[in-house]
């Protein structure tokens, strides 16, 4: 497989540390609000990343971090703890704010098909973690104490900014909206690797150190962690692009100069979802959740596939002109699949399989090419001389890493449209407003073939479910011996 490593700028062949064996670490959430889909943008690929990995035959353990302190509502150690802005917001405790938030992250995952990694720790976790690196990296003479803080000495190092985007300018104060003067660095750059009650005297979640009372800086947390559930030698490290800087740049700074040697070969960063006005973003107030979308009628694994139809390393402009696009190209792949017949009985033939496992194969290891490798599905779907069977067989395997519930979708198209025959036999109607767009119809449509099965099984339970769920939509019902006319509250 070749990727594009962002520290070395170009594609190379990924080569694991030890054998085939990946120790893989993205960086998780700051749980303090919910999780926009730009965010997730970036958890869909690395999802893709590692259920790539494994299609190839890697043994991968994937880490990812729960930032539930230490962040900061400037990346360059200056404004608000956001997790202590998040209570404030909703009046609770920072606790119960990482709790809440964390559940609704992992809830968004799930719709969207994200296996959770192998370890999810919480950065609160972790204290004695931080402070034993924190004590190396002073015996070594690249930290120092000022004004009660702990601060990282970038002066120790050869090279600082080793992804080569930032220079030292870029740290002027006014230069940047997130830079601060902070009288206690002895250089600009340099950057806290724990905070004492001098910076914050009202921070909620704060412990003893040798240093005084007071909580980890953000960077920190993710060298720790990933030191205390993969070692000291780190394969591949995933994140957003904006996570370069000072994020990452910070990890590897503090890292390697405690380590002693290199520590993560491999960099793989997602770019920026946008929307027409520019980069998604919680603090514009202007951010789209998984549950928004919902709302909306949207299926969260169209959103997936309006992910995968696009490189990775590609800005993606969200419209939803443009979602409404993959919306009818996921139903219409969907209603392919539906066409083939699962119960032939016929087992697949795996050697006529083998050239097309082949193609998706290569689509992945084009630096994780998922426009090429979702072209692999309909290549299957067109191909001369596969019979049902073998194709089903194909679009399972790939699903294994497209994680689009290709067949369990078909599936229920096909339990939808024996419902919908039955229901037709049986002379049952259904009428709506003349101008209901089609997805609105469709959906309602589906939805009342159910109810109408339902009532002819005596489930009643179910049947008033699905007119209460119509009915929170504004959907009023009107029955009759023919069937249902439905219409708008």
């Not at 909206?177 to 910076?199: M, Q």
Request: hydrophobic share 35%; proline share 3%; aromatic share 10%.
């Amino acid at each position: 497989m070749k990727l594009y490593n962002s520290l070395t700028r170009r594609k190379e062949i990924f080569t694991p540390r030890f054998e085939n064996k990946v120790s893989m670490y993205t960086c998780g959430p700051t749980v303090y609000h919910y999780a926009h889909i730009g965010n997730l943008r970036s958890y869909i690929m690395e999802d893709v990343l590692e259920k790539a990995l494994r299609y190839e035959g890697y043994d991968v353990k994937r880490v990812m971090n729960i930032t539930d302190v230490g962040h900061l509502a400037s990346d360059a150690d200056t404004g608000e703890d956001k997790m202590l802005k998040g209570a404030r917001r909703e009046h609770k405790t920072v606790l119960e704010i990482a709790q809440f938030y964390t559940d609704a992250f992992f809830a968004d995952c799930a719709k969207l098909n994200i296996k959770t990694p192998d370890v999810v720790e919480p950065a609160t976790n972790c204290i004695d973690d931080y402070i034993d690196m924190i004590t190396v990296l002073l015996d070594k003479g690249y930290a120092y104490a000022a004004g009660g803080n702990i601060y990282f000495d970038t002066s120790k190092l050869e090279k600082y900014y080793v992804f080569n985007d930032h220079e030292e300018d870029d740290l002027a104060v006014g230069v940047r909206e997130d830079v601060e003067e902070d009288a206690n660095k002895r250089h600009k750059a340099d950057f806290v690797l724990w905070f004492t009650k001098s910076k914050f005297e009202d921070q909620a979640l704060k412990w003893d150190s040798p240093w005084g009372v007071g909580y980890p800086g953000w960077h920190i947390e993710c060298s720790c962690i990933s030191k205390k559930h993969l070692g000291e030698y780190l394969d591949i490290h995933c994140g957003g692009i904006d996570n370069i800087f000072p994020h990452h740049t910070n990890e590897i700074a503090q890292s390697e100069s405690s380590l002693g040697h290199e520590w993560c070969h491999y960099w793989f960063h997602v770019h920026h979802l946008n929307t027409t006005s520019g980069k998604m973003s919680k603090s514009t107030g202007e951010f789209l959740t998984v549950s928004l979308l919902e709302q909306k009628g949207y299926d969260p694994l169209v959103y997936r596939l309006f992910c995968l139809q696009s490189h990775y390393r590609k800005g993606l402009v969200f419209t939803w002109e443009n979602l409404d696009n993959a919306a009818v190209t996921y139903n219409k792949l969907l209603g392919r699949i539906a066409a083939l017949d699962p119960n032939t009985g016929a087992e697949p033939d795996k050697e006529a399989a083998k050239p097309y496992q082949a193609k998706f194969q290569k689509a992945l290891d084009n630096d994780l090419n998922t426009s090429l490798a979702i072209t692999c599905v309909y290549d299957v779907l067109k191909g001369k001389g596969l019979d049902d069977a073998t194709r089903l067989y194909l679009l399972n395997d790939f699903d294994r890493v497209l994680s689009l519930d290709l067949l369990a979708g078909a599936a229920k198209l096909r339990a939808a449209a024996k419902t919908e025959a039955h229901a037709e036999a049986a002379d049952y109607t259904i009428t709506g407003p003349a101008d209901a767009a089609p997805e609105e119809a469709e959906q309602v449509r589906a939805l009342l073939l159910e109810r109408a099965e339902a009532r002819k099984n005596k489930n009643w339970a179910r049947s008033d479910e699905i007119r209460d769920q119509l009915k929170e939509q504004g959907v009023v019902l009107k029955d009759s011996r023919q069937g249902v006319q439905w219409s708008r509250a």
